[in-house]
C-alpha cells in the first residue's frame, strides 16, 4: 500500500441543466454531508445553458455560501462539456462527480472517498448495483447499462460493476491530466476506457441510488445508450487519453525489442552502481535495474508510484524523485555516488541544458560516467517535437560541447537508430503525427534485428546520438611558467 496522501480540499463538481426545482435541495445536502479527515469543500456549479430559472439559483446559492462557485455555458453543449469546465475552473486536490438532482446521496461522500484518502486509489468509482439499496426503476435501463458495463470491461480490461455511475471520485491532479473530450453522456464510458489507459489504481464502492422517472427530469434516453456503444470502441482506441510524453512512454513498452537494443547500446559503459535520471515508465529500468546497486529518479511522483508499486521486493534498488532542473534534489544523486550516470530522451526536454549538466559535474564522485542520449538533427525538429515539450534537437558537436564546457571528458560519441530518420521524416515531419501508436512502435519492435545490423553498416548519422562522458578523476594541471630569468 503506498503511504497515506494528505489532501485538504474536495472540489464537488456540479453539471446542471434545468434544475430549478430540485438544484437548491440537492446542494443543501451537498453542503450538509459530512466530510472525512477535516477536508475542506468547494462547489462548483456549472449550468449548462439552462432554459428555466437554474442560473437564477444558482446565483442565490453562491451569495449565501461562500464555498459555492458557479459559472455559465451558452448554448447548452451536455453534461459532459459542463465537466470539463467545472475541472477547469476546480481547485481542490480532490474531486468528486454529482448530479445537480438527488439520485446520487452526498452522505456516501466518506465511502467514496475512503479508498484515495488510505493511499489505496487514484480513482473510485460509486456503484449503483454493488449491494445497497436502490429504487426500483426501469428493466431495460439496467439491462442496457449492464450490457454497455460489460462490453466497456471488456475492451478495457477491467471490472466494474457500474460504468456509467455518476459518483466517481478522482485525486484532482489525476483528473485534471486526463483530456475529456466528450460533451454528452458519452463523458462515463470516455472516463471508464481513460482512468484504464492511464493505469490509474482504480477502486470502486457500493452507493445508494434514489433513481428518477422521465417525468421527474431524467434526461439520458436510449438514444445516449447507443451513442455509447461508440464511445465505448472510441476511446479504448484512442490516444489522446493522457499528454503525449505518457502516451509515447506507453507505446514504446509495445518494443520491448527496440528498448533492449537502446539498453545494450549504452550498456558497456555502465558500472556496478547506476542512477537512472528521468526513468518515466521505466522501459529502460527494466534492463537499469540488474545492475548491482540501482537509483531511478524522475520529477512525476505518478511514475515513481508505479515503479515503486511494481518493484518493491527488489533489494539494492532505490526510487527517489529528483527534479533535473532543481539544484537541491542533485543531493540524492551525491548520497548515491554512482559509478554511471545515464539519461535517455530526458535533456531535449530542458530548456537551461547547460545547467543540468553543469550540477551533475558538481555531484557525481571523479570518475563517474555520465551517458547521454538525445534527438538529432533540427532539419528533423516536427511537430512530434513540440507535443512532446522538446526545446530542441541536438546539431553535431552540440552535446559533446556543453559536456565538456561543464567539465567533462567526452569519451565517446556515436550515433543511435539510422533507419529511425526514414520512419520519423514521413511519419512525423511530412505527416504531422503528434504521437506514436502502438502498432508503430509493434512494428518498429519486430524490426530491430534488421535495424541494429543497419546501425553497423550505414555511413550515416542517426535519429538520436550518444555521448558518454566522464568526470575527471584529478582536476586539470594548470601550465608550469617558465622561471624569470635573472641577469
Known amino acids: 500500500m503506498s503511504p497515506r496522501p494528505h489532501f485538504q480540499t474536495l472540489s464537488i463538481l456540479v453539471a446542471a441543466y434545468n434544475e430549478e426545482e430540485s438544484l437548491r435541495a440537492s446542494m443543501e445536502a451537498v453542503l450538509a454531508a459530512p466530510l472525512p479527515g477535516g477536508l475542506g469543500r468547494e ?17 442565490e446559492l453562491a451569495a449565501e455560501h461562500p464555498e459555492i462557485r458557479i459559472f455559465q455555458q451558452t448554448p447548452n453543449q451536455g453534461k459532459g462539456a459542463a465537466l470539463r469546465r467545472a475541472v477547469a475552473e476546480m481547485t481542490g486536490d480532490l474531486a468528486i462527480f454529482q448530479d445537480a438532482d438527488l439520485e446520487y446521496d452526498p452522505n456516501d461522500y466518506p465511502r467514496m472517498l475512503r479508498p484515495i484518502l488510505d493511499g489505496r486509489a487514484e480513482v473510485v468509482f460509486g456503484s449503483r448495483f454493488a449491494g445497497e439499496e436502490r429504487r426500483v426503476l426501469y428493466f431495460w ?9 460489460l462490453l ?9 460493476t457500474d460504468m456509467e455511475t455518476c459518483y466517481k471520485a478522482f485525486v484532482g491532479a489525476a483528473l485534471k491530466a486526463i483530456p475529456l473530450e466528450s460533451n454528452r453522456f458519452g463523458i462515463e464510458p470516455e472516463i471508464a476506457a481513460k482512468v484504464a489507459r492511464n493505469r490509474l489504481r482504480m477502486f470502486e464502492v457500493p452507493i445508494s441510488y434514489n433513481g428518477r422517472r422521465y417525468d421527474e427530469g431524467k434526461k439520458i434516453t436510449w438514444r445516449d445508450g447507443f451513442a455509447a456503444l461508440w464511445f465505448i470502441f472510441k476511446y479504448r482506441f484512442s490516444s489522446n487519453y493522457s499528454d503525449p510524453g505518457k502516451v509515447t512512454l506507453d507505446a514504446m513498452e509495445a518494443a520491448p525489442q527496440f528498448n533492449e537494443w537502446m539498453y545494450e547500446s549504452v ?14 515508465r521505466g522501459n529502460l529500468s527494466k534492463h537499469i535495474r540488474k545492475h548491482e546497486h540501482v537509483l531511478l529518479t524522475d520529477y512525476r511522483i505518478d511514475y515513481l508510484t508505479e515503479l515503486q508499486r511494481k518493484w518493491a521486493d527488489q533489494r539494492d534498488l532505490r526510487i527517489g524523485k529528483l527534479d533535473m532542473t532543481a539544484r537541491a534534489d542533485y543531493e540524492l544523486l551525491r548520497e548515491f555516488a554512482p559509478d554511471s550516470v545515464v539519461f535517455l530522451n530526458v535533456l531535449e526536454h530542458i530548456e537551461d541544458d547547460r545547467a543540468v549538466l553543469r550540477s551533475l559535474m558538481d555531484t557525481v564522485p571523479a570518475g563517474c560516467r555520465v551517458i547521454v542520449l538525445v534527438p538529432y538533427n533540427m532539419a528533423l525538429f516536427s511537430e512530434f517535437d513540440r507535443a512532446l515539450g522538446h526545446f530542441r534537437r541536438y546539431a553535431e558537436g552540440e552535446l559533446e560541447g556543453k559536456m565538456r564546457e561543464a567539465g567533462f571528458e567526452v ?7 539510422k533507419f529511425g530518420i526514414f520512419a520519423w521524416y514521413v511519419a512525423n515531419t511530412l505527416g504531422g503525427q503528434k504521437a506514436l501508436k502502438p502498432w508503430q512502435l509493434k512494428l518498429y519492435g519486430k524490426l530491430t534485428p534488421v535495424f541494429r545490423v543497419l546501425d553497423a553498416i550505414l555511413p550515416t548519422s542517426g535519429l538520436s546520438t550518444v555521448v558518454v562522458g566522464r568526470k575527471p578523476t584529478a582536476p586539470a594541471a594548470a601550465p608550469i611558467s617558465e622561471p624569470a630569468h635573472v641577469g
Open 43 to 59: 462547489i462548483v456549479i456549472v449550468d449548462d445553458g439552462s432554459k428555466d430559472g437554474t442560473w437564477r439559483v444558482a446565483q
Open 141 to 149: 435501463h439496467s439491462q442496457a447499462n449492464n450490457f454497455l458495463t
Open 152 to 160: 466497456s470491461n471488456m475492451l478495457n480490461d477491467t471490472n466494474f
Open 267 to 280: 550498456k558497456p559503459w555502465l558500472g556496478a552502481r547506476v542512477a537512472e535520471l528521468g526513468v518515466g
Open 411 to 417: 569519451e565517446k560519441q556515436f550515433f543511435f537508430n
